[in-house]
């Protein structure tokens, strides 16, 4: 029913920066709400950032905030992650994430998922 896409993965230094992309198909982005996962080895799935069906609302883990910016262009049905100062902790595969109209920070919620792009930062 919706089909994700991620893009923009790879290897970054620390301090590096990079912007991942979630391009959705088969379904308008405007009804659904969009969030990033990452899961790194041996560790649970965890929430990134996600923003809010209308785009009002964007939400990010504690870890995140002030590095990571999240937006949507609804005409592309695309969202973005601009990840700056990028550290080693946040090496993992991201996932990208949508459910129809309302929010979790939870993945269990979520039925739709993109592949998964690797994020590696060396130092």
């Known amino acids: 029913q919706v089909q994700l896409v991620e893009s923009g993965g790879g290897l970054v230094q620390a301090g590096g920066s990079l912007r991942l992309s979630c391009a959705a198909s088969?379904?308008?982005?405007?009804?659904?709400?969009m969030v990033w996962f990452r899961q790194a080895p041996g560790k649970e799935r965890e929430f990134v950032t996600g923003?809010?069906?209308?785009?009002?609302?964007?939400t990010y883990a504690d870890s995140v905030k002030g590095r990571f910016t999240l937006s949507r262009d609804n005409a592309k049905s695309t969202v973005y992650l601009q990840m700056s100062s990028l550290k080693p902790e946040d090496t993992a595969a991201y996932y990208c994430?949508?459910?129809?109209?309302?929010?979790?920070?939870?993945?269990?919620?979520?039925?739709?998922w993109g592949q998964g792009t690797q994020v590696t930062v060396s130092s």
């Open positions: 088969g379904r308008t982005l405007s009804n659904y709400a």
């Open positions: 923003i809010s069906a209308n785009g009002y609302t964007t």
């Open positions: 994430a949508a459910r129809p109209f309302t929010f979790s920070s939870y993945p269990t919620n979520y039925n739709y």
